[in-house]
């Protein structure tokens, strides 16, 4: 059964740093792009970072976001990461991680706020 628990969310203020972490189950990790996403109340869940899998790793970054976040893996460990530096209030949101493709049933999400 493939099973994604998000961990690593808090309250910090502005400027602040986290860093969010996926543990995954139930499937070969290593073979799957990753991506993590965040939800805004009311809304849809949205792409913010994505990695490869297999061999070469890729990154992307949404624009509101690059040069603050960094998204890894280890596929010894079957985690990914996203580390978040110089959060902004914007980044209030809660924070989920999937599969790129044959996405897997969401976790329960992290919650990360930004305020003063």
């Known amino acids: 059964q493939v099973q994604l628990v998000e961990s690593g969310g808090d309250w910090v203020q502005p400027g602040g740093s986290l860093r969010l972490s996926c543990a995954t189950a139930g499937f070969t990790f290593s073979n799957y792009g990753m991506g993590w996403y965040r939800q805004y109340p009311g809304e849809e869940r949205a792409l913010v970072a994505t990695i490869t899998g297999g061999n070469t790793i890729v990154t992307t970054y949404i624009d509101p976001v690059k040069g603050r976040f960094t998204i890894s893996r280890d596929n010894e460990k079957n985690t990914v990461d996203l580390e978040m530096n110089l959060l902004k209030p914007e980044d209030t949101a809660l924070y989920f991680c999937?599969?790129?493709?044959?996405?897997?049933?969401w976790g329960q999400g992290t919650q990360v706020t930004v305020s003063s």
């Open positions: 999937n599969r790129l493709v044959f996405r897997a049933p």
